[in-house]
């Protein structure tokens, strides 16, 4: 049984080999094995169903499996977002990155008041201090600046901060 299983599938490789390549997910790639078993499985289920499905010229099979080889790839994100670096416990790894980011801000607010900024880089500033990890779309969306004009004053912020941290 186990034999004709992967007899059949082997049937179905060229079609999963198109589906990684079209999800971009290469040979290189250290999750290339773990898609391809994971399509591999995907195919056998609806087999085991009793569907008929063709390996070749099957263009509803191939979207299917590219999309929850997506599906995948989102799941394998989210994961490694929320994911702990190895050796550290999560309580641990929040309380040291809330002590860098107090520090940073406390640090960010003395400098800012030292220099005496123009009100466009005061107000980066407070908006850095105020949202730390926020996108540079976010940002610029919420100061109504340009990209282009976000990165000339962040450019201008980081030259006084440096040259009041190394007065």
């Not at 049984?1 to 079609?15: P, R, S």
């Not at 499905?53 to 263009?59: G, Y």
């Not at 005061?122 to 779309?137: C, E, I, K, N, R």
Request: proline fraction near 3%.
């Amino acid at each position: 049984m186990v034999q004709q299983v992967e007899a059949t599938l082997e049937q179905y490789e060229l079609m999963i080999r198109g589906v990684l390549q079209a999800g971009h997910v290469y040979r290189r790639s250290p999750d290339f094995d773990d898609y391809r078993q994971e399509l591999r499985l995907m195919i056998a289920e609806r087999l085991m169903a009793g569907e008929t499905l063709t390996a070749q010229h099957n263009n509803e099979l191939f979207r299917w499996l590219l999309w929850r080889l997506r599906d995948l790839q989102r799941r394998s994100k989210r994961h490694e977002d929320r994911g702990v670096p190895l050796g550290e416990a999560p309580e641990q790894v929040m309380s040291n990155a809330a002590f860098v980011d107090a520090e940073a801000t406390i640090l960010l607010a003395d400098l800012a008041k030292q220099c005496r900024l123009a009100q466009p880089l005061q107000q980066l500033a407070y908006d850095l201090m105020q949202y730390p990890d926020d996108t540079v779309v976010r940002r610029c969306h919420r100061l109504r600046v340009h990209r282009a004009t976000y990165n000339r004053r962040l450019q201008q912020l980081r030259h006084q901060l440096q040259s009041v941290w190394v007065a």
